[in-house]
């Protein structure tokens, strides 16, 4: 296919073309049809393929294959008629948004710091792009202010195609040695750049340019980002969830990370409350019960398993009991069972825990003194077993 039918080339507004269908073989991806002209941009250069329809059949991607655009399609199309395609101009667009808005910030940083563009990758989610060298959060709160001044500057976008003579002159930005015609795209004042994308005509179609993140990657950084439509929506999405948190913590919008902040403290004073009064308690009890060499069975609610496991140990090593057995309800896969804490020192709990795991269908892990799991049968078989095994 020449230049002259990548119509995404040629009108990359097009939205709506006619074409013949030139061949259609089914393959592994669904039916392939070429077209002696399309407005299916091919994925390459970091932009996604588009997706629409070419008549009744949905394009789900779009590619370069042995020299040809490809078109994979959910149903055949017949050779040597003429089908009417349509494209998912939504998701083009955002494409052209995402590509030009890249342009801009990769040429900024070029400008700016010298770094060079050594990684661009496009999702339905965000953009992906990386640089080779340093930027502080600073710099990159600046480069988001300046990437969107030029949006708003609206200037026209070209596309040219300069002679051998013009390019050796010419100063852009490219990831490879170029030979034969070498598409340049231009943004004024920003970015000059060899690039086979589809773009906007003018700058302001881009919208807006959102940095989410930016993370230190292969001696340079990564940054993420979004442009245009997706950057709203994903703008109203964190404004919906301030709205949420906001009424949460009964805060407004500038008070939010102060009240958030606020709760995290009281929070933790209440963790440190909570473990001196669960101390208390297991210490109580320990005191309340009597020295004995026996088997002691206590059913509790609501600890964690490192201050059962305290208790039960404590139980065994100072007296209180030959076996501890501490027991809280447990679930797992939908099913009620109990989890355990047993202790001695003198009985193999390793020993206990195997049959006892076989008898009260249970599960878990241990040494000689102490083994922890679950049990899930009910309490009266487990006091059975028990009393069964250390009468
Ligand atoms: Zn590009």
Redesign the pocket.
Known sequence: MDDMNELFYQQPYVKEFDAVVTDCVQGKKGWEVTLDRTAFYPEG???LADGGKLGDATVTDTRHKDGRIVHFCDAPLETGTTVHGTLDWQKRFDHMQA?SG??IVSGLVHKKFGYDNVG?HMAADKVTVDFDGIITDEQLRELEREANEAVWANTPVSVDFPSADELKKLEYRSKKELSGDVRI?TFPDVDV?A???THVMRTGEVGQIRFLSMSHYKGGVRIEMLCGRLAMLDAAKKTEQTRELCQMFSAKPDELVEAVKKYAAESEAKDVRMAELTKKYFDGKFAARPDGDGLVMEFEDGFKTSEMRKYCDRLAAEGKARVAALFSPAEANGKAGWSYVMCSRSADMREARKALNKKLNGRGGGDPTLVQGSFFAPREEIEAALTEMFK
């Open positions: 250069g970091g932009q590509h890249e342009h661009f795209v750049c690039c086979c994308g």
